[in-house]
């Protein structure tokens, strides 16, 4: 049961990313509604995720908060210069489960699954990047026991071990150049590593100075995913180069990013609560994508991504006893530089505008709708480092405008008792 | 419920308002500017046909350059852009049905050029149509107003080009004359080089290899029918013909871009072969070279000291490359003393003969330019040696006069090449055409030509995997491969947008195939 269970998890997982690298903020419907806020609310179970320390100032004994998301991610690419246009259109489906039980007025215990990095992107093969992409699918779970203690009236402390468990799938053609080609498909080659497991954690404390206002701040500590020994299979190898490129495996490291979160939450009326969160990532750890193949050559990409921020603002109404209404907004930096903008993360700087409403079906249960919108601006940039494996030659710059549209429906029920 | 209905409706209605939209689209700025595409029309020879390894084939056809531009005029008004007919040719193997041979490769499994196993499919069968690319390979410039040069009756005779004979309308059919009933309204003309390339490949010699070819610009001859195949055009009769198919083609205001020829110092096939090719091992060693330059260089090198040419030929080194024997028409001929000297060592028969074959002999220098094809002879046996002790190619025995174009002839190619530019670049201004100064731009690939990607090519021939990305001509070494057209079709575009104040988009070129390799052949 617990393989079954952790299988359809696994096909669950796939994910797609927006601005902020290959992480995707989609977690918890509540939450998401008020602009991804939350290290200083304490609404749901979703709090495992947004500042274990706020689980122990829930009210009920047991809550329970499942929810997934439809991530409808399209990216249009062009260049005048040469009457390039490409697209990229994927479907995620990232979820949550969140869990949490008071064990006793001090202690709560809790469990948390989610899926807070992913990316999917998928050109037609061959496009006129696929010497840099063709597509890539990166999935992780992160499977979250969590303990969150109260110190004295105002103030508390939580966290726990994170086990991520992630897989990861690459393709793109080896070269520009036709020469490595058959029947005009570029050769190229395919990466997959799957069942890659790493640890990190995550803590934070909540500090509850008034009744009204609630301060919080969370750390997630980098997890770096070391993929050993996955497959690295060719295809359409020309005859004369067969010797050349066979299949082999490949060793690659990808970090997911350390993020700090500070932030707080003030009821300004018994039905209205505002929430602002500043979540900094610490995306430098992404220094290149290096892929060291078991035949004993190397694949250098630099990323140089750089840390960034962002800021987000959420609301809510709790309108009666049936309906609560949220809004939010925020704005999220990407940590991509100018001359790296690689088409595998091919967004920049967003705006997210969310809403989203609870119906509550009875004092249990109830049922969560968002909806997130990513509005992008378009970019001209390009990626500048990128090096041909046969020749050792620097390709040419890849670049050209781009423009994203990220939207994104989700549904939960929270549950608790 | 019906509500429900109606928040899924707004909801697809945000889904389908999720596509990204740009502020301008991809094309929003291309314009055929003051030119006008609807109907295109190439003429020109093999470089407007899409010749690349020897042949034309039907893939590589596709890779002319007038194909590249009509795919760009498409999306500002150009019209339809037809090409003749290379259906036959099903597997890509390129040549003519018992003319022929198959297009070049790389043979990876032996490392070097081959013609593609196979026996070509292209026939000579009539299409009898016009097409947009009135490209026939061979082609010289008085040909393009030569009626019969599509009468399958001259192929024998050496009036008729079995490209042309493919497709004329009739059998006294121009292929200007075919080219003007599509009613170009923009045209390219790339004609000429072969007026004196065909000289040029040739070593400066006719057809027989030895005889030396006419250079009508001292002869004085305007008359083109008497010309043989490998013969300089006079410039004078070439500036006429050349009048006579712009006047024709701009007869109904058609615009258009006219391309110079290219120098012969950037094409790989003068190039790739050194003047000194010779190095110590190859002649086998200083052992080797201290009894060649005794038995024979010496003994020349004497001579010819003795008649005032010093450095005519000198003993071989065995430290340093070495040039090769050749037979320089242009050379004092030095057949009797030779023979006079060498008969007390070999006796009068032998020393005649030896003073026939070593008579205009000299070695090359920097000066001479040594032919592609000559890399596979140089070193081999001559059979048709009176001697088997001066038998070896270039080392023991002259090479013929087209292996070779000397210092004399390439002189002769360089005058005429500048002669018929000038003359194209000022009937173009007479009409206010636009210039595609190929001979310039090719002329950067002796240094590097680096164009709008980064990328850097060069005039090489190929040699190796790694560096075929700069590679831009095909095996044959004279003709661009389907990357090397791609530059050419884009410093095409580029004069365009320039002189008609058109904005047309360019090829990326780094994505075009450049020399094939098959694993076995």
Redesign the interface.
Known sequence: MRKLLSLTLLTLAGSTVFAGGYRVSLQGQKQLAMGHTGVAVVNSAEVAFFNPAGMAYLDKKFNLSVGGNGL?A???F????????AETKNIGTPFSVYATYKINNWLTAGLAVYTPYGSAVEWDQDW?GAHLVNNIDLQAIFVQPTISVRVGEHFSIGGGPIIANGSVKFNRNL?????F?VNGSGTDVNLDAKGITALGYTAGFMFNPSDKLRIGMNYRSEIMMEARDGDATYADV?????SLLSNTTFDADLPLPAELTVGLSYQVTSKWLLAFDYNRTMWSAYKALDVKFGNGSESLNPRNYKNSSTYRLGTQYKANDKFTFRAGWYVDESPVQDGYFAPETPRNDSMGYTGGLTYQLNNKLGIDFS?LYLH?D?IDNSYNHSV?P????P???FGG?Y???V?S?GIGITYGF | MKNNFIYLAVLAAGFASCEPEFENNVNADYTSGDANFTSYVAVGNSLTAGYMDGTVSRVGQTYSFPNLLAQKFALVGGGEFTQPSYAEDVNNLGGIQGLAPTRLVIDASQGRPENIAGTPTITLTPQATAFNNMGVPGAKSFHLLAPGYGNPAGLALGQANPYFVRHATSSNATVLGDAMTKNPTFFTNWIGANDVLSYATNGGAQSNGNTPAADHNETGNTTPSTYGSNDITNATTFAGVYSTIINTLTANGAKGVVATIPSVTSIPYFTTVPFAPLSPSALGGATNIATLNAQLYNNLDAIFTALGEPNRVNPLSATSANPILIIDVDATDRSAQIAAALTPTLGAPTATAFGQVFGKARQTTANDLIVLPASSVIGTVNTSSPSTSININGVTFPMANKWVLTSTEKTKVANATAAYNSAIISIAASKNLAVADMNSILNQLVTGLRIETGQVYTANYFSGVTSESKVLFSLDGVHPNARGYAVIANEIIKVINRHYNANLPLHYVNYFPGINIVGSN
């Open positions: 409808f399209n990216t249009k062009q260049n005048s210069m040469y009457n390039w246009e006129q070269s520009m150049n036709p020469l080609s020309p005859d004369f180069a067969q909806f992008f378009e041909d046969i020749t050792q030659q390709n040419p710059n405008t423009k994203s549209v939207f429906p």
